[in-house]
T-cell receptor, first 114, second 114 residues
Framework: DTGVSQDPRHKITKRGQNVTFRCDPI?????LYWYRQTLGQGPEFLTY????????KSRLLSDRFSAERPKGSFSTLEIQRTEQGDSAMYLC????????????FGPGTRLTVL | AQKVTQAQTEISVVEKEDVTLDCVYETRDTTYYLFWYKQPPSGELVFLIR??????QNEISGRYSWNFQKSTSSFNFTITASQVVDSAVYFC???????????FGAGTRLAVHP
């Protein structure tokens, strides 16, 4: 299987701009997750999809964040009106089967907001 | 509350030394899974192991071994004869029962020097 891929790998933007990240999960994985990781910390859960349905969102996912997974394949994460506090690594993972199945992670998108 | 604690922030060893990374967890669940991931400098989280709470046998995979002790809520990871390529941040993680996300510890940064 091809692993989880994310695009872009790096993004530098100015405060106030909108950014969009893409995640392509392992083929046939029906579950897709987004996490955020800041420097020196472990990843923190943002949201989760089962097929095309967004089933859970963290309180970390403010109104400026929106995620979609049309057709249950790739997913996008958009951040509107970026703030410096949004600077982080955004990680995508996918899994098949049940809630505690192994999540396989992509290489991440590192966002820097100037 | 569900929580994962990795008390060791950084560990530095010389190549060929054995090293143990500690993980202590808290959970209300009677059945649960535990995970270890490796994050090399490239940033991608690499899956290492998934253990079910029913199985308390130690796991060995090459130079890697894991010691799961339910009585002390610990799931420690030992690298035998460490190598420079083992240098990375290692995360212990726990999916709260019924929830489709992972709770990560803060990670332990391992530096293996030649």
């Amino acid at each position: 299987d091809t692993g989880v891929s994310q695009d872009p790998r790096h993004k530098i933007t100015k405060r106030g701009q909108n950014v969009t990240f893409r995640c392509d999960p392992i083929s046939e994985h029906n579950r897709l997750y987004w996490y955020r990781q800041t420097l020196g910390q472990g990843p923190e859960f943002l949201t989760y999809f089962q097929n095309e349905a967004q089933l859970e969102k963290s309180r970390l996912l403010s109104d400026r964040f929106s995620a979609e997974r049309p057709k249950g394949s790739f997913s996008t994460l958009e951040i509107q009106r970026t703030e410096q506090g949004d600077s982080a690594m955004y990680l995508c993972a996918s899994s098949s089967g049940g809630a505690s199945d192994t999540q396989y992670f992509g290489p991440g998108t590192r966002l820097t907001v100037l | 509350a569900q929580k994962v604690t990795q008390a060791q922030t950084e560990i530095s060893v010389v190549e060929k030394e054995d090293v143990t990374l500690d993980c202590v967890y808290e959970t209300r669940d009677t059945t649960y899974y535990l995970f270890w991931y490796k994050q090399p400098p490239s940033g991608e989280l690499v899956f290492l192991i998934r253990r079910n709470s029913f199985d308390e046998q130690n796991e060995i995979s090459g130079r890697y071994s894991w010691n799961f002790q339910k009585s002390t809520s610990s799931f420690n990871f030992t690298i035998t004869a460490s190598q420079v390529v083992d240098s990375a941040v290692y995360f212990c993680a726990l999916p709260p029962g019924g929830y489709n996300k992972l709770i990560f510890g803060a990670g332990t940064r391992l530096a293996v020097h030649p």
